[in-house]
């Protein structure tokens, strides 16, 4: 029974994109955004994160945050506790990366989106290169206050420009809710 009681306050709590309608936000807009590991050179950190996207095709080391190796991965903190139901990446054309979020009830990276490498040159915008604005919603949103983000295949040559993780602040009263949401989670995931 408990089991059931959590799965329906779960459902309740993870509104649908066609139910949380103007509340979805770019939740990484503005955020800082740190090396979790690696090296990174070109252009500042905290530009993957000004909401900015460079034109399609632009070279990969043209005001991007460029890397060599899948060892770099960029850390970004949303300072609480958030819903997380999409992103939208822009990077390097023929690379493929991966998006993680942080487990609040274990604390461990879990895999949330592999992005993989698309056509054209340069730089390109996921899921959809000739739209900015697409947002690719994920199967189940997930409760988090951090995503990172790193490259896992390809030329050995990378680089990010933009990183989006769309959803919603949870309102006050949530806390209880996130509390179990993660144990939910945690378990739902292995």
């Known amino acids: 029974m408990k089991h059931l009681l959590l799965a329906v306050g779960m459902s309740a709590m993870?509104?649908?994109p066609a139910l949380a309608g103007a509340g979805i936000q770019n939740l990484a807009l503005g955020r800082d955004v740190s090396l979790a590991s690696g090296s990174a050179n070109g252009a500042a950190l905290s530009?993957?994160?000004?909401?900015?996207?460079?034109?399609?095709?632009?070279?990969?080391?043209?005001?991007?945050?460029?890397?060599?190796?899948?060892?770099?991965t960029f850390e970004i903190g949303f300072g609480q506790t958030v819903e997380v139901m999409g992103a939208i990446v822009q990077a390097d054309n023929n690379d493929t990366y991966r998006m993680w979020y942080r487990d609040l009830a274990t604390g461990d990276y879990l895999d949330l989106w592999t992005i993989s490498a698309v056509g054209g040159a340069g730089m390109r915008t996921r899921p959809n290169s000739?739209?900015?604005?697409?947002?690719?919603?994920?199967?189940?949103?997930?409760?988090?206050?951090?995503?990172?983000?790193?490259?896992?295949g390809g030329d050995g040559?990378?680089?990010?420009?933009?990183?989006?993780?769309?959803?919603?602040?949870?309102?006050?009263?949530?806390?209880?809710?996130?509390?179990?949401?993660?144990?939910?989670?945690s378990r739902r995931r292995r």
Do not use: C, H
């Open 14 to 16: 993870a509104a649908s």
């Open 47 to 72: 530009s993957l994160t000004d909401g900015v996207f460079r034109p399609a095709g632009t070279q990969w080391q043209s005001g991007t945050v460029w890397w060599v190796g899948t060892g770099s």
């Open 130 to 152: 000739g739209n900015n604005a697409e947002i690719l919603y994920f199967d189940t949103s997930v409760f988090t206050d951090s995503i990172r983000i790193g490259a896992i």
């Open 157 to 185: 040559s990378y680089s990010l420009s933009e990183v989006q993780a769309w959803g919603v602040v949870p309102g006050p009263g949530a806390a209880a809710l996130l509390g179990l949401a993660g144990v939910f989670q």
